[in-house]
């Protein structure tokens, strides 16, 4: 964890040195762009642990950045949230809250938020949708003026752990173009619910840094889990027989590593199970691993 959270101060200063704030000691980051929509219950945590609302003071900070968490695999044995033990734990003597809270740090004038994720077994897909309520929140915190215009100047930096680098690839992927074929619980959001549509032009995001992104799948376990996300990061697909599970189905739950990667024409992930000639045994009439 202290050569984690070193190296996105690292990525975080050099993104302040961009916008104005020059320290010393930088690495470079990653970058991306994008837009997005409007009226989700979603729980941001500010520096302070206190949720994000109307309440809420102004920000201290010139630069947000979101944190977005990975995934939760038994909540039986971590009671803790998972925002809270993926950037501020410090069981391994600092934690990225920690490092930014430094002194040394102060110059790089950051707002911090952490969005937290109650339910670990729905679709990254409604992870991806409640990222786009996020950015929206937070931009207008830090321009009152955005609620009522829909322009501002602010972007925000995502920095994302695992599993949340795919909801925040999706959702960045949706402001760009219409994600299609989406699953019935998803197409069914009212429209001022749904948060995954296009808005060109419209540039929210100004960095995005994955860190440990399960791009090509992680390896499933013998029995198939009950959890969608779970079921989403094996990439759908059994061990032994890369068979489909049976608990979804349709591009968004079998092919949704595909279609994460495909941030530019050709990508394409080379899961374990696409190694074997096998990626797309069960997949619905007309669909590809490059659709």
């Known amino acids: 964890m202290l050569r984690i959270a070193s190296a996105i101060t690292d990525c975080l200063a050099a993104l302040a040195a961009r916008q104005g704030r020059h320290i010393a000691g930088v690495l470079l980051i990653l970058s991306v762009c994008s837009p997005v929509a409007a009226q989700v219950s979603v729980e941001i945590r500010l520096a302070d642990d206190t949720v994000l609302g109307a309440g809420s ?8 950045v979101l944190f977005v968490h990975g995934h939760k695999v038994s909540v039986l044995a971590e009671p803790e949230p998972n925002y809270f033990l993926n950037w501020q734990d410090p069981k391994d003597d600092t934690s990225v809250r920690d490092t930014l809270d430094l002194a040394a740090n102060s110059g790089l004038d950051i707002e911090p938020y952490y969005i937290n994720f109650t339910d670990h077994d729905r679709s990254i897909l409604h992870d991806a949708n409640a990222i786009s309520f996020a950015v929206e ?45 989406l699953p019935a619980d998803v197409t069914v959001l009212p429209a001022a619910e749904n948060g995954l549509v296009p808005r060109p032009g419209f540039n929210p995001v100004s960095e995005f840094v994955a860190i440990s992104p399960p791009n090509h799948g992680i390896r499933p376990p013998v029995i198939p889990p009950s959890s969608i996300a779970a079921s989403q990061l094996y990439n759908g697909r059994s061990r032994v027989l890369c068979s489909a599970y049976s608990n ?8 949704l590593l595909y279609r994460a990667e495909r941030l530019s024409a050709g990508g394409r992930c080379r899961c374990r199970c696409d190694r074997l000639g096998k990626g797309s045994a069960g997949q619905p009439p007309g ?3 490059n659709s």
């Open 248 to 255: 979804f189905s349709g591009p968004w739950g079998h092919g």
């Open 57 to 64: 003071p102004p920000p201290n900070g010139r630069l947000p």
């Open 137 to 181: 929140a937070i931009l207008k915190r830090h321009d009152p003026n955005y609620a009522l215009t829909g322009t501002t100047a602010v972007q925000i930096a995502i920095v994302a752990y695992s599993k949340g680098t795919l909801s925040s690839r999706l959702y960045l992927k949706s402001l760009r173009e219409q994600l299609t074929n």
């Open 287 to 289: 669909w590809s691993p």
